[in-house]
Nanobody, 120 residues
Framework: QVQLVESGGGLVQAGGSLRLSCAAS????????MGWYRQAPGKQRELVAT???????NYADSVKGRFTLSRDNAKNTVYLQMNSLKPEDTAVYYC??????????????WGQGTQVTVSS
């Protein structure tokens, strides 16, 4: 089991910045990958960025060059720094943790979601 606690959402003007935090209840080295997804009204949930336990990152094309995913191993926390925000970034952002067992079973854990609203 992994519990995820998110923070950092809010309202910001276009061009502004926000930083989201996601704290895991256990060592992030025991988690295969962590990241952020988002869901805008009327749309499907989509990947924003992920980071593996080995430190490899992956970003959606729409956020490359604007968002940066990082982690603090000592705090079991990942951060999503969002710069140059656009109205189309408005969504509920969800932290995700993926655990793959030695038997190959995959478990997805989700945070409660945090609202990010970007005004034009």
């Amino acid at each position: 089991q992994v519990q995820l606690v998110e923070s950092g959402g809010g309202l910001v003007q276009a061009g502004g910045s926000l930083r989201l935090s996601c704290a895991a209840s256990r060592s992030i080295f025991s988690i295969n990958a962590m990241g952020w997804y988002r869901q805008a009204p009327g749309k499907q949930r989509e990947l924003v960025a992920t980071i593996t336990s080995g430190g490899s990152t992956n970003y959606a094309d729409s956020v490359k060059g604007r968002f940066t995913l990082s982690r603090d191993n000592a705090k079991n926390t990942v951060y999503l720094q969002m710069n140059s925000l656009k109205p189309e970034d408005t969504a509920v952002y969800y932290c995700n943790a993926l655990v793959v067992t030695s038997f190959g079973y995959r478990y997805d854990y989700w945070g409660q979601g945090t609202q990010v609203t970007v005004s034009s």
